[in-house]
């Protein structure tokens, strides 16, 4: 369904942290674009978002919104996504759904492109999106499994606010004046909102991520394990996750420590590997102090990969220090890459 | 030398973070005192500090300084300590050094009473007080060890920019302010005082605590690395280590993964091995959303532990969230603590 002029694009969650950076990725990657529907929740319809210069009004996603569109990019929470994206499939639309909903779907590929394209190839209507922590580290650990094979992947993230929405963003800027004011401190939304409690997360880590499930794990650092196996093709992987969120705005990073398959690899193997690895730029020179940072991997589409070393007290171990922009490579961009790679292999 | 009326005690870097502290500690607890002698660099010498209501006037340090001193309790850099401690040794008094200048020194030993009191017995004047870091990581895992066996160590750490001394703190507190007004923010202390590239710590994390080692480890991680085993008198325990500076203010947070040597364990079997530790607070209740955080561990003497899980993925494997005080567990609380025990024990 190659279309000369371009595709009709609707974008489920204009108005959220997420659906913004999409909007700005369709934008500054210059996505040929014949169309551009923006829906919502009632509560925000009816805003006007600016895009290349124009004013267009964001409308209540209905069954009928999706009447003409091609590509419709989710991200609005799972529950509209369960309600609307089989909605939005029978009306010929293909669904890049970057919500929770339909990610270990058996008929669901769940893509990141520089891991599993090919997953792209066998889907039924709807493409999952990962979860933002999991893309960056799977992007930089399927190059090294496919040089030198990974045996066992063990995580602690540090994670930006932005992940729980822009209302987590302002409620750390108005906790971090409060606290420097010297006033006390509200906490209504971190670490999730609607749970139980509420902690201060301004000069404060708070090491739950989403709710918490029966086995004392959070739903994200489930996720997380859950997702890389599913992604890497590789369901016997042991993977071990802690998922901690920070007083930051943007950008998630992780201390990633692996085990490799291969014997007798340096740092060096693994530099190779990841210097010739697409969507990753090495930032690795402990000498002139450099490596990636939140900020700094804030507003790129790559994901930054540091602190490559080996574990002097273990023959295959490595750790890793990934760096990437959660809204960008961790959202927006990674589900703009799936559309891209739909037009270019003709999946629509 | 037990004394009716207590102990002359000299606190080696008073008008510091951690001399601040091991101040307000030997005054919380009651510490045994006959005579209290604050010594500083001569750039801080003349300043006038209060205790129990009396001002006390802070003197350069000098080989002089020690004469008549019993406890002297060291907090003033590496290169103070070297110069000084064998001359406050060598005029009777017995040093506890908060440095990492004799740490790994054979002959000295490092301690953290809950996990190796008995090593005191063996001092030759001057006792090392471990790094900050190391102290609570170590506190957790040894009634583990006594237990259970652990046979592996896997940490990434979360650190508070009190470690870093009171001018990182400084700096953390106006580029916040900085950041929030939109303006630029300087960095000129962070990460590392004096290394030749400063980046911005607030709303970021920096992957570099202390200098670059030639291994492309810091000299924080080395120390986690040397440090755990000396403490935990187990060489051969393999000890991997990630460390990372974030934009709090006080107590350091550990994401800790062990293996243990038995088999079968579950997490209750490591819960009520710490439940009946000394020193350690259990605080893990997923369903309650209780886990100890930075600002919940702050001001606090214990070693608190919660987010303890079993991995799926490994039999052996289980996580622990280790919070504790940075300037207090980790600095002058287990110093004043090795003072304490110094006393009982007849060792002064």
């Not at 859950?226 to 943007?250: D, G, Q, S, Y």
């Not at 959660?326 to 959202?331: E, H």
């Given at each position: 369904?190659?279309?000369?002029?371009?595709?009709?694009?609707?974008?489920?969650?204009?108005?959220?942290?997420?659906?913004?950076?999409?909007?700005?990725?369709?934008?500054?990657?210059?996505?040929?674009?014949?169309?551009?529907?923006?829906?919502?929740?009632?509560?925000?319809?009816?805003?006007?978002?600016?895009?290349?210069?124009?004013?267009?009004?964001?409308?209540?996603?209905?069954?009928?919104?999706?009447?003409?569109?091609?590509?419709?990019?989710?991200?609005?929470?799972?529950?509209?996504?369960?309600?609307?994206?089989?909605?939005?499939?029978?009306?010929?639309?293909?669904?890049?759904?970057?919500?929770?909903?339909?990610?270990?779907?058996?008929?669901?590929?769940?893509?990141?492109?520089?891991?599993?394209?090919?997953?792209?190839?066998?889907?039924?209507?709807?493409?999952?999106?990962?979860?933002?922590?999991?893309?960056?580290?799977?992007?930089?650990?399927?190059?090294?499994?496919?040089?030198?094979?990974?045996?066992?992947?063990?995580?602690?993230?540090?994670?930006?606010?932005?992940?729980?929405?822009?209302?987590?963003?302002?409620?750390?800027?108005?906790?971090?004046?409060?606290?420097?004011?010297?006033?006390?401190?509200?906490?209504?939304?971190?670490?999730?909102?609607?749970?139980?409690?509420?902690?201060?997360?301004?000069?404060?880590?708070?090491?739950?991520?989403?709710?918490?499930?029966?086995?004392g794990y959070t739903f994200e650092e489930m996720?997380?394990?859950?997702?890389?196996?599913?992604?890497?093709?590789?369901?016997?992987?042991?993977?071990?996750a802690t998922c901690v969120r920070l007083p930051?705005?943007?950008?998630?990073?992780?201390?990633?420590?692996?085990?490799?398959?291969?014997?007798?690899?340096?740092?060096?193997?693994?530099?190779?590997?990841?210097?010739?690895?697409?969507?990753?730029?090495?930032?690795?020179?402990?000498?002139?102090?450099e490596y990636p940072t939140p900020l700094s991997?804030?507003?790129?589409?790559?994901?930054?990969?540091?602190?490559?070393?080996?574990?002097?007290?273990?023959?295959?171990?490595?750790?890793?220090?990934?760096?990437?922009?959660?809204?960008?490579?961790?959202?927006?961009?990674?589900?703009?890459?799936?559309?891209?790679?739909?037009?270019?292999?003709?999946?629509?």
């Amino acid at each position: 369904m190659q279309n000369q002029q371009g595709y009709h694009v609707a974008v489920v969650g204009a108005t959220g942290a997420v659906g913004q950076k999409m909007l700005e990725t369709l934008e500054k990657k210059a996505f040929p674009l014949a169309s551009l529907t923006l829906l919502s929740s009632s509560r925000s319809a009816g805003k006007k978002i600016a895009f290349k210069g124009e004013e267009i009004t964001v409308k209540e996603a209905t069954p009928e919104s999706f009447e003409g569109v091609q590509i419709a990019l989710f991200s609005a929470g799972g529950s509209v996504s369960k309600r609307l994206a089989h909605e939005a499939v029978s009306r010929g639309a293909v669904v890049i759904d970057n919500t929770s909903a339909f990610r270990m779907d058996e008929e669901v590929p769940l893509v990141v492109p520089e891991v599993n394209e090919k997953d792209l190839s066998s889907h039924k209507g709807i493409i999952a999106n990962p979860n933002c922590s999991t893309i960056q580290m799977v992007a930089a650990l399927q190059p090294i499994k496919e040089s030198h094979g990974i045996s066992r992947v063990i995580v602690s993230t540090y994670q930006a606010v932005s992940g729980a929405g822009t209302s987590a963003a302002e409620e750390l800027r108005e906790q971090s004046k409060a606290f420097l004011n010297g006033e006390d401190l509200e906490a209504d939304i971190m670490p999730v909102k609607g749970d139980k409690k509420h902690f201060p997360i301004a000069f404060n880590a708070l090491p739950q991520i989403d709710t918490f499930e029966e086995n004392g794990y959070t739903f994200e650092e489930m996720k997380m394990i859950n997702e890389t196996k599913k992604i890497m093709h590789a369901p016997n992987l042991p993977v071990a996750a802690t998922c901690v969120r920070l007083p930051f705005f943007t950008s998630h990073a992780e201390s990633v420590y692996i085990e490799v398959e291969k014997e007798g690899l340096q740092a060096a193997d693994i530099h190779e590997v990841l210097r010739n690895a697409d969507g990753i730029t090495l930032e690795d020179n402990p000498s002139e102090q450099e490596y990636p940072t939140p900020l700094s991997a804030a507003g790129k589409s790559d994901v930054f990969v540091g602190r490559v070393r080996k574990d002097p007290d273990h023959p295959k171990g490595f750790h890793l220090w990934v760096v990437s922009d959660n809204l960008l490579k961790g959202a927006a961009w990674n589900s703009v890459q799936i559309a891209e790679s739909l037009i270019k292999n003709n999946l629509l």
